[in-house]
């Protein structure tokens, strides 16, 4: 109950940082202002970016040293805290998927989402048609709080965009990432009201083998 009514009321903080965005704030003003919360987080939680040519050397951010990768094209930055122990998803395979994360508002700090301690985790199946990735969730606190309301059940970009590095497994072989996202790379809540977000997400394969060409 404690965490529920914690989770409710950081919603509602969040919430009133939406609603309380000047609302003569042109879209390119927003944006400035996206950039410099994610600066200021960049800075406050000391994290050292590196580029993705020094990423694609070895695939690994060094994490003693906080350091996340920057995708120039989009913005999102990306730490691979555990790449898992098992391998990377296959051109033509469908994975169902288990996650666990929490979601923060970058612009204050407050707990927006999470699953963390919750009996059951996020659940949803990524397919890899060369190298596109797509994914959709089926069932969890995001599809709850994100699908339903909006009406599409994928999920965010930058969820998808550790795939191509990382290893999940069963819960021995999980993989860890967070990621930092720009407004248009998160929820449609987030590309609607341009804010930044902060996830960590652990990351498993739902059974003991993958799906594949859809079929179990």
């Given at each position: 109950?404690?965490?529920?009514?914690?989770?409710?009321?950081?919603?509602?903080?969040?919430?009133?940082?939406?609603?309380?965005?000047?609302?003569?704030?042109?879209y390119a003003e927003q944006k400035e202002r996206e950039a410099r919360q994610i600066k200021d987080w960049l800075a406050d939680n000391h994290i050292s970016v590196i580029s993705m040519s020094e990423f694609l050397k070895d695939s690994v951010t060094d994490?003693?040293?906080n350091e996340y990768v920057l995708f120039?094209?989009?913005?999102?930055?990306?730490?691979?805290?555990?790449?898992?122990?098992?391998?990377?998803?296959?051109?033509?395979?469908?994975?169902?998927?288990?996650?666990?994360?929490e979601?923060?508002?970058?612009?204050?700090?407050?707990l927006m989402s999470l699953n963390k301690y919750d009996d059951e985790?996020?659940?949803?199946y990524i397919e890899r048609d060369g190298g596109n990735y797509s994914a959709s969730?089926?069932?969890?606190?995001?599809?709850?709080?994100?699908?339903?309301?909006?009406g599409n059940a994928s999920i965010p970009n930058a969820w998808l965009m550790p795939f191509p590095y990382i290893m999940p497994g069963m819960l021995d072989d999980a993989a860890k990432v967070r990621l930092i996202v720009p407004h248009n790379?998160?929820?449609?809540?987030?590309?609607?009201?341009?804010?930044p977000t902060f996830?960590?997400?652990?990351?498993t394969t739902k059974d003991s083998k993958v799906i594949e060409d859809g079929n179990d």
């Open positions: 109950m404690k965490k529920i009514l914690f989770l409710a009321a950081s919603l509602f903080v969040a919430s009133f940082a939406f609603l309380s965005c000047d609302d003569e704030e042109t994490t003693t040293l120039e094209d989009n913005g999102v930055y990306m730490q691979i805290v555990n790449r898992g122990g098992a391998r990377l998803i296959e051109s033509g395979e469908t994975w169902y998927i288990s996650a666990r994360y979601e923060i508002y970058i612009p204050n700090g407050e985790p996020d659940v949803f969730f089926i069932s969890g606190v995001m599809y709850n709080q994100y699908a339903n309301s909006y790379q998160g929820t449609q809540r987030a590309a609607t009201s341009v804010y996830y960590e997400i652990s990351i």
